[in-house]
């Protein structure tokens, strides 16, 4: 098999910390991929420049990845059928509410031949309801789509701070190739091929980060959230055995599932926005506004998005938890009675 070329669509925060991998893997595996990587970047300035400009000349994202030297052979191009039209494998990691405007204009202009992987966290909500970004990705460009996910913070991963994560594919030959080009020795990866679980974790885990601040923002410690991670993980495998058939429970024991889940019961936006439930009046727009600086929190989405699926089946009493979080979330709920949605879970009975 012939060198492989490689194009990373997306260039935030995590964007520029797997460029930095990826850059630097294929310069070490030539005989598997092309040393050239180029990278789309949405084109906007900085400090009067251009950003694209600022990237391919100092080798460094200074608005999303300040500090962190990029490998010199990875090119940022702002035309996004420049930067993917001789790509054999499409890493799609930007997000998620751009991907399906994304994939309409690559539809019929990249290779039959490709493969995509999604570094997505999250679901594609519509008014069909939820839909996984892997199978959005698949459907529109017509070729096969893995998944990687696990307790990535993007700025730990920049600075080689080790860490494992998780890629699946359902296809074991494509699954050991994202592999070699992923891993090094600070970026574990392990391969499953139960990939619609490895994406459900990283859009669950949000829900329950919520949980984790309601009980932070009420003055709770350590072991009351320790009790919303448990029930929240055992809600998360419940909701993949009834609406994503053929789901593993032992991949939720992988990175992408307790480990992820850990991480942002104890950091990261969604935690912080449960937190901020409690301690304000403010409503989810007006937090997203100030937290946020406008863009959406993912947890409470999904939260409305599994609240409704969850009633369609009359199954609201069996998920006392994410029920609540979307309760609370909505102010339907007092976060006072939080507490007692834990103490009186059926887990316990």
């Known amino acids: 098999m012939s060198a492989r070329s490689v194009c990373i669509v997306g260039s935030g925060n995590w964007g520029s910390a797997i460029a930095k991998i990826v850059g630097n893997n294929v310069k070490e595996r030539r005989e598997h991929f092309k040393e050239c990587v180029p990278m789309y970047m949405y084109e906007e300035e ?13 080798h460094e994202n200074i608005k999303y990845l300040p500090g962190i030297k990029l490998p010199e052979n990875v090119v940022a191009i702002p035309n996004l059928l420049e930067a993917s039209k001789d790509a054999d494998i499409l890493i799609f990691v930007l997000p998620h509410q751009f991907v399906k405007k ?39 460009l017509s070729i096969p789509c893995g998944v990687l996910s696990g307790a990535n913070l993007a700025g730990e991963v920049a600075s080689e701070q080790f860490c494992e994560t998780t890629i699946g594919s359902k296809d074991k030959e494509i699954g050991e190739l994202l592999k070699l080009l992923f891993e090094t020795p600070y970026f574990h990866c392990s391969v499953v091929e139960d990939t619609d679980t490895v994406e459900l974790c ?57 480990a992820d889940l850990v991480a942002t019961c104890h950091g990261g936006r969604n935690r912080l926005l449960g937190e901020n439930v409690v301690k ?20 409470p989405l999904v939260a409305k998005e599994i609240y409704g699926m969850l009633e369609e089946k009359d199954m609201l009493n069996r998920f006392p938890l994410f029920v609540a979080i979307h309760n609370i979330c909505e102010r339907k709920m007092d976060p006072k009675e939080f507490v007692n949605c834990l103490r009186n879970h059926p887990e316990h009975l």
Do not use: H, P
């Not at 923002?217 to 495998?237: C, F, P, S």
């Not at 304000?280 to 947890?299: T, V």
């Open 280 to 299: 304000s009046k403010k409503s989810l727009k007006e937090l997203e506004k100030e937290i946020l600086k406008g863009q959406s929190f993912q947890g």
């Open 46 to 58: 900085f400090n009067g420049r251009k950003l694209t400009e600022i990237v391919n000349t100092e």
């Open 102 to 140: 994304i994939c309409d204009e690559l539809q019929g202009k990249i290779k039959t031949s490709a493969i995509a992987v999604s570094l997505i966290k999250g679901f594609a909500i519509s008014e069909e309801g939820i839909q996984l970004i892997s199978r959005l990705i698949s459907n529109i």
């Open 202 to 258: 990283g859009a669950l885990k949000n829900v329950v980060a919520i949980g984790a601040g309601i009980v932070d923002g009420m003055g709770y410690g350590d072991n009351t959230k320790a009790a919303v991670q448990r029930l929240g993980l055992m809600e998360m495998i419940k909701f993949a055995e009834v609406f994503f058939e053929g789901s593993k429970t032992s991949t939720f024991f992988q990175s992408c599932g307790i």
